[in-house]
């Protein structure tokens, strides 16, 4: 006599040997088109995909940081790439998170993000303080370009809403809006070289101009905590640059949800390491995730158990 097991015993040991076992769907939030956001989280999600057994990541374009940590705290399965100023203020419930604190964390530092004010020849605009009066934009709402310009404008002895003219929008639409002549400068932070601004500065006739304001730096740290750095950008990074532009930087980190679980934290960071290659081919921003930037100091958000494991591995102490 032939003996049928029950269904559930058959289900129950399918699940013991990863038979039949879902794919892990995971979702990488980024940021628009025109910036480095979203071809890097393109590349971290093929990487993933390829190399993780079980796990689909896809890549989604967002309005920014500030989305981002908003859909981490949803607690669907998302990690994002996110600057830390808007990070900690998520983390902390302030600002754009007043009153919906998110329980993010960070997976690990990846590279450094820097403010571009951007305008062109002919807008009579050579120092911060010419932006009064001026059309400009300050980035998409849902972008952590936003929180920074506001700091940056404010540092500056500048006010956002009296003494600007101002939009919202992302680099690319703000790209756009330059080129027709319906604003005259905009903000930009993101890594190097950004797409958008570099199709700005390859415009015929157009002459791109990056407005120095490293001078902000000392304020915007003294009221938001020593977040940012004086930086530069090289005048080689865009045509047309007459001299290294003098700017503030501020760094982008890999975060996700506290309730991750430690091995697929641990994974997604060391697959990120183990094809690093591969995401410098994708963008050459990727050639800034190394092991000596991974410290507490860069991240005032706690680090996931599952990344202070590997880093651990690697010799890195994070706590």
């Known amino acids: 006599m032939t003996f049928i097991k029950p269904a559930w015993i058959v289900f129950l040991a399918c699940l013991a040997f990863g038979i039949g076992a879902q794919a892990q769907n995971l979702s990488i939030a980024t940021g628009g088109t ?6 890097l989280g393109g590349g971290i999600a093929a990487a993933l995909s390829k190399h993780v057994p079980g796990m689909q990541a896809t890549a989604e374009v967002t309005g920014g940081s500030v989305d981002n940590l ?13 600057m830390v100023d808007a990070t900690l203020d998520a983390y902390k419930g302030e600002d754009k998170f007043k009153g919906n604190k998110v329980p993010v964390r960070t ?19 050579d ?16 972008s952590a370009t936003e ?45 190097l070289p950004t797409a958008a601004v570099t199709d700005l500065a390859n415009t015929p006739g157009t002459k791109v ?41 501020v760094m982008n980190i890999l975060v996700a949800h506290e309730s991750m679980d430690e091995k697929t934290a641990y994974t997604i960071v060391k697959t990120i390491f183990d094809k690093r290659d ?37 010799g890195i102490k994070l706590n």
């Open 107 to 125: 997976l690990m530092v990846l590279y450094p993000n820097r403010m571009h004010v951007v305008t062109v020849e002919g807008r009579g605009i």
């Open 147 to 191: 929180v920074m310009a506001f700091r940056v404008i404010e540092a500056a002895g500048l006010d956002k809403d009296s003494d600007l003219k101002r939009e919202r929008l992302g680099v690319a639409e703000s790209v756009n809006a330059v080129k027709d002549g319906k604003i005259d400068a905009f903000f930009w932070v993101g890594g």
């Open 209 to 249: 101009k990056l407005v120095d304001h490293a001078e902000t730096v000392a304020k915007m740290n003294q009221k938001y905590g020593n977040l940012y750095v004086e930086d530069t950008i090289p005048k080689s990074t865009y045509k047309g640059m007459d001299a290294d532009n003098k700017q503030a930087t």
């Open 278 to 314: 591969d995401l410098i081919a994708v963008h050459k921003e990727a050639a800034n995730f190394k092991l000596e930037n991974q410290k507490a100091a860069a991240s005032p958000v706690p680090f996931h158990p599952g990344a202070v494991k590997y880093f651990a591995e690697k």
């Open 127 to 142: 120092k911060m303080s010419d932006l009064k009066g001026k059309r400009v934009s300050t980035g998409s709402p849902g």
């Open 70 to 82: 908003k859909l981490i705290g949803s607690g669907k399965p998302y990690i994002a790439l996110s």
């Open 34 to 39: 025109g910036g480095v956001y979203y071809p």
